[in-house]
């Protein structure tokens, strides 16, 4: 199964509530993450870090992906290593912004 390629980003928040999109790079909204301050005023809080976890999801795949090539030879893992583990720092960074 294929997804909507990346990287996506995070619009900024709507004007009439507690709502942030994910878009793809051709504009199209993969999707939205909401929380309901008439629900749980707590949720809210949660609508900035989810949403960058989930813009980030494709490039933590592609670092999950890179750290697990069928063919690496014994040499070619300590050269990649740093290439792997930058793509992980990345990702990560962006999930936790």
Same mark, same amino acid.
């Given at each position: !199964?294929?997804? &909507? +390629?990346? @990287? $996506? &980003?995070?619009? +900024?928040?709507?004007? *009439?509530?507690?709502?942030?999109? /994910?878009?793809? @790079?051709?504009?199209?909204? %993969?999707?939205? %993450? ?8 707590? &949720?809210?809080? $949660? /609508?900035? +870090?989810? #949403?960058? *976890? /989930?813009? #980030?999801?494709?490039?933590? *795949? #592609? =670092?999950?992906?890179? !750290? *697990? @090539?069928?063919? $690496? ?10 290439? %792997? !583990? ?6 990560? =960074?962006?999930?936790?912004?």
């Amino acid at each position: !199964m294929a997804h &909507t +390629p990346g @990287p $996506w &980003t995070i619009a +900024p928040y709507h004007s *009439l509530g507690a709502e942030q999109d /994910i878009i793809a @790079p051709n504009g199209q909204r %993969v999707c939205s %993450v909401a929380g309901s301050k008439s629900f749980d005023e707590d &949720t809210n809080e $949660w /609508i900035e +870090p989810d #949403a960058h *976890l /989930i813009a #980030a999801a494709p490039e933590l *795949l #592609a =670092a999950l992906k890179a !750290m *697990l @090539p069928e063919s $690496w030879e014994p040499a070619d893992y300590l050269n990649n290593r740093k290439r %792997v !583990m930058d793509l992980a720092r990345a990702a990560i =960074a962006k999930a936790e912004r």
